[in-house]
């Protein structure tokens, strides 16, 4: 049951890489020098499903559905007496230790929510600041039950026929394989895990600063460079707690884009695209060292790690009327590089495996800037909403989401 560990990684799409946004819909300008901005981003998903390697979708719930077998029966029998002596009937009876009794089922289901203040400046008239602090709220709801096969009713009969004569061990076997999903969580509790439950906790996420320098502008074709750190400010995974994701990943990012515009004459309408590359630091953070044979009865350690760097690109047409109407259509590509764990080979084969992360995604904007209008005079205060919908097209190793994204920003 230690794969349970990933059952929530779908929050990585909100943790670890500063504030949620529509990557898509990057844009060349910046502030008016000494003109503020103060936008408040929200940002809300519901996932139950997430990648494999290969693209398949595949059930968050999926690691939790896995069969009991005779072995682990045996091996989780603390008496060892009577594990002795269950082993030995498995061997008199015939039974094979990989042999399934039954199998549990689980429905796993991650509603994540932020909300991020988000103070714009512009420094000069070509160069623009920015800091974000995400607020996170995460809640996982985990159902586990068990239903027992015919091997395993098979099992309770061998023990009780008159043959046997093994009434108690029968009654004992029939009440493990009933309570098979207590017992595990009373393995869990034994080893310092949370049990398996429900899950919910708010708190902030990692720091992001940047700064944004429009390098070029002309009628036709404009261009700006953005690089900043996004600060590990935010909660790491709790290694005692399989349904838990961080907030933050841990450790350092710099980060760097480039992009660039090009206005279609006088008709409102925008080409942009930008390439982003992240460089994530190494750091250190306690893991538990899991391996293939054992996933629960393990110890936590101190290790360094260096997760992945990541690659943002993508392009849009974005459109913005003389009235303030704005809307948009984008497309963007994500690609995140395998972890690496510092620690022994079999615990970092299991901490490595399926890191390396990628995404398709359609992204569509429509919004409304009160700036034409304050231009004007109609308004007394300028201001600014959007509304943000991703999709994925395809994905390795990534939540499969519906992302809805509500900004709304006032300038002073």
Same mark, same amino acid.
């Given at each position: 049951?230690?794969?349970?560990?990933?059952?929530?990684?779908?929050?990585?799409?909100?943790?670890?890489?500063?504030?949620?946004?529509?990557?898509?819909?990057?844009?060349?300008?910046?502030?008016?020098?000494?003109?503020?901005?103060?936008?408040?981003?929200?940002?809300?998903?519901?996932?139950?499903?997430?990648?494999? @390697?290969?693209?398949?979708?595949?059930?968050?719930?999926?690691?939790?559905?896995?069969?009991?077998?005779?072995?682990?029966?045996?091996?989780?029998?603390?008496?060892?007496?009577?594990?002795?002596?269950? /082993?030995?009937?498995?061997?008199?009876?015939?039974?094979?230790?990989?042999?399934?009794?039954?199998? #549990?089922?689980? /429905?796993?289901?991650?509603?994540?929510?932020?909300?991020?203040?988000?103070?714009?400046? &512009?420094?000069?008239?070509?160069?623009?600041?920015?800091?974000?602090?995400?607020? #996170?709220?995460?809640?996982?709801?985990?159902?586990?039950?068990?239903? &027992?096969?015919?091997?395993?009713?098979?099992?309770?009969?061998?023990?009780?026929?008159?043959?046997?004569?093994?009434?108690?061990?029968?009654?004992?076997? *029939?009440?493990?394989?009933?309570?098979?999903?207590?017992? %595990?969580?009373?393995?869990?509790?034994?080893?310092?895990?949370?049990?398996?439950?429900?899950?919910?906790?708010?708190? @902030?996420?990692?720091?992001?600063?940047?700064?944004?320098?429009?390098? #070029?502008?002309?009628?036709?074709?404009? *261009?700006?460079?953005?690089? &900043?750190?996004?600060?590990?400010?935010?909660?790491?995974?709790?290694?005692?707690? %399989?349904?838990? /994701?961080?907030?933050?990943?841990?450790?350092?990012?710099?980060?760097?884009?480039?992009?660039?515009?090009? @206005?279609?004459?006088?008709?409102?309408?925008?080409?942009?695209? #930008?390439?982003?590359?992240?460089?994530?630091?190494?750091?250190?953070?306690?893991?538990?060292?899991?391996?293939?044979?054992?996933?629960?009865?393990?110890?936590?350690?101190?290790?360094?790690?260096?997760?992945?760097?990541?690659?943002?690109?993508?392009? *849009?047409?974005?459109?913005? *009327?003389?009235?303030?109407?704005?809307?948009?259509?984008?497309?963007?590509?994500?690609?995140?590089?395998?972890?690496?764990?510092?620690?022994?080979?079999?615990?970092?084969?299991?901490?490595?495996?399926?890191?390396?992360?990628?995404?398709?995604?359609?992204?569509?904007?429509?919004?409304?800037?009160?700036?034409?209008?304050?231009?004007?005079?109609?308004?007394?205060?300028?201001?600014?909403? /959007?509304?943000?919908?991703?999709?994925?097209?395809?994905?390795?190793?990534?939540?499969?989401?519906? %992302?809805?994204?509500?900004?709304?920003?006032?300038?002073?």
């Amino acid at each position: 049951m230690g794969r349970l560990f990933w059952i929530v990684a779908c929050a990585a799409a909100f943790g670890g890489a500063g504030v949620p946004r529509a990557y898509a819909f990057e844009d060349t300008r910046v502030m008016p020098r000494g003109v503020r901005r103060l936008s408040l981003r929200m940002v809300t998903s519901d996932i139950k499903a997430k990648t494999s @390697p290969s693209g398949d979708r595949m059930e968050l719930s999926k690691p939790l559905n896995k069969d009991l077998k005779f072995k682990d029966v045996v091996k989780s029998e603390d008496n060892p007496t009577k594990r002795n002596l269950t /082993k030995g009937f498995l061997g008199y009876a015939d039974y094979d230790a990989n042999q399934s009794v039954g199998a #549990f089922d689980g /429905k796993v289901r991650t509603r994540v929510s932020v909300f991020a203040p988000i103070l714009t400046y &512009g420094l000069t008239d070509v160069v623009t600041v920015a800091a974000a602090m995400p607020i #996170f709220n995460m809640a996982t709801s985990v159902g586990l039950g068990f239903k &027992g096969n015919a091997t395993g009713q098979d099992f309770v009969d061998t023990l009780a026929n008159g043959y046997n004569n093994q009434r108690t061990s029968a009654v004992d076997a *029939s009440e493990k394989f009933a309570n098979a999903v207590q017992r %595990l969580n009373d393995k869990l509790d034994r080893n310092g895990y949370r049990r398996l439950e429900n899950w919910q906790e708010t708190g @902030p996420g990692d720091l992001t600063v940047l700064a944004k320098w429009r390098s #070029f502008e002309s009628t036709y074709f404009q *261009s700006a460079i953005q690089g &900043g750190v996004v600060a590990p400010t935010g909660r790491v995974d709790d290694p005692d707690n %399989l349904i838990d /994701k961080g907030f933050g990943d841990g450790q350092w990012d710099i980060f760097q884009t480039v992009g660039f515009d090009q @206005p279609i004459g006088e008709t409102g309408l925008l080409v942009n695209e #930008f390439v982003r590359y992240t460089w994530q630091l190494p750091g250190e953070r306690t893991v538990r060292l899991q391996t293939e044979e054992e996933t629960i009865e393990v110890e936590k350690t101190n290790a360094r790690f260096k997760l992945g760097d990541k690659i943002d690109a993508g392009t *849009s047409l974005q459109y913005g *009327s003389d009235i303030g109407l704005t809307s948009g259509v984008g497309y963007n590509f994500f690609h995140k590089g395998e972890d690496f764990y510092d620690v022994d080979a079999a615990a970092r084969d299991k901490l490595e495996r399926d890191t390396l992360e990628q995404s398709h995604q359609l992204e569509v904007e429509i919004g409304y800037s009160a700036v034409p209008a304050y231009r004007r005079k109609q308004v007394p205060v300028p201001f600014e909403t /959007k509304f943000n919908y991703k999709y994925q097209l395809a994905s390795r190793n990534m939540p499969i989401t519906h %992302l809805f994204q509500l900004d709304a920003g006032v300038f002073f």
